[in-house]
């Protein structure tokens, strides 16, 4: 995917990375993802340990990102991070 306006498609994914109930395998969204052209940017978040495998492997896949903020000083610096990248590209 490729917006209407011609920008490519993206999805902000804002998670603790564990992957509880999904009901789709890793790889069929993936393949999804990539075939859509869609970059997948995560910022992980959590109270405590944050699982940050499986959102590594989404980022990727899809020529996105993942963010690991420990603050909210680096919270809004990881989402000012995200829109820049994504102005740029």
Not at 17 to 23: F, I
């Amino acid at each position: 995917g490729v917006a209407a306006d011609g920008r490519r498609k993206a999805l902000l994914l804002i998670s603790d990375g564990d992957d509880r109930e999904s009901s789709a395998k890793f790889e069929e969204v993936a393949d999804y993802l990539k075939k859509n052209n869609i970059r997948v940017f995560s910022i992980a978040i959590a109270d405590g340990r944050v699982s940050d495998k499986l959102l590594t492997k989404i980022a990727k896949a899809t020529g996105g990102k993942v963010l690991l903020p420990n603050s909210p000083t680096t919270t809004k610096k990881a989402v000012a991070d995200i829109f820049a990248d994504l102005r740029h590209n």
